[in-house]
């Protein structure tokens, strides 16, 4: 089905209430609430949107993108200012722009995508966090995870840090960064003192990837597994279960996407 335009939609939302990206029967999921809003809008007039890629509920991001197939020419203002009066408080678009290349597709243009993952040790926190990041009461040796989490650069095997892989699932993926620093970015007057983001960014992540990544970070921080092991869970070759800790989703944010 042949649409007469294209664009490309840059956006942001919390995700702490929405069912992750993709429409699911009677959930409220990120792209139901987009073509809710596109269709007041956009009255009458036929279009698609297409995400850049699955998130998780409870995920946020700061840089998703859509693609937007239209029969009628945007002005691209206008939509902007007209989407964000009509979306929910929780979305909101940057900007809007038309694809002139007619082969461009949303899904297979090479990208890279840098997630954030936030959180905090030793305390409960207020619960107006929970929505940003994850609170681990347990205390957690940073450094160790810290030099732990560079272990997972480069070019490995995930097959342990995804869930239920099948026989075509390709499990050879590459990091390019994978970094835990402090968080001087994301604060607010109800976070506690001091929080932590592991940074991580790559061409594509499988299934559940980063949060059993952060998960096994956290049990090693706890002293529940040692660098042997995280770099072990790294080996195909060795005798070991699949992970099973992910850690909890509203930690996690799409931080990054950048089209090559």
């Not at 342990?160 to 099948?166: D, I, N, S, V």
Request: glycine share 6%; proline share 3%.
């Amino acid at each position: 089905m042949n649409y007469n335009f294209s664009y490309l939609v840059n956006f942001q939302y919390l995700g702490f209430r929405l069912h992750g990206w993709q429409k699911q029967p009677n959930l409220k999921t990120v792209h139901f609430f987009v073509d809710k809003t596109m269709k007041f809008v956009c009255k009458g007039i036929r279009f698609k949107t297409v995400g850049v890629g699955r998130t998780d509920a409870k995920v946020s991001s700061t840089d998703y993108y859509f693609q937007l197939f239209i029969d009628e020419q945007l002005d691209e203002g206008f939509f902007v200012k007209e989407f964000n009066i009509n979306s929910p408080s929780d979305i909101r678009v940057l900007s809007a722009e038309r694809i002139l290349d007619e082969t461009f597709n949303i899904i297979q243009h090479p990208k890279t995508k840098e997630y954030r993952y936030y959180f905090s040790h030793g305390e409960k926190n207020h619960p107006y966090c929970a929505s940003l990041l994850t609170g681990y009461l347990d205390e957690l040796n940073i450094e160790v995870m810290q030099e732990a989490a560079l272990l997972f650069k480069g070019q490995h095997n995930f097959k342990r840090y995804c869930t239920k892989p099948t026989e075509e699932t390709k499990v050879v993926r590459s990091i390019d960064e994978c970094r835990i620093e402090e968080n001087t970015e994301l604060t607010a007057s109800f976070f506690p003192e001091k929080s932590y983001v592991l940074i991580i960014r790559g061409e594509g992540f499988l299934r559940n990837q980063i949060r059993l990544i952060m998960g096994a970070l956290a049990e090693l921080g706890k002293g529940n597994y040692d660098l042997q092991f995280i770099k072990d869970s790294l080996n195909p070759n060795t005798d070991m279960d699949f992970l099973k800790t992910i850690a909890p989703a509203s930690g996690l944010h799409l931080h990054k996407v950048s089209f090559k």
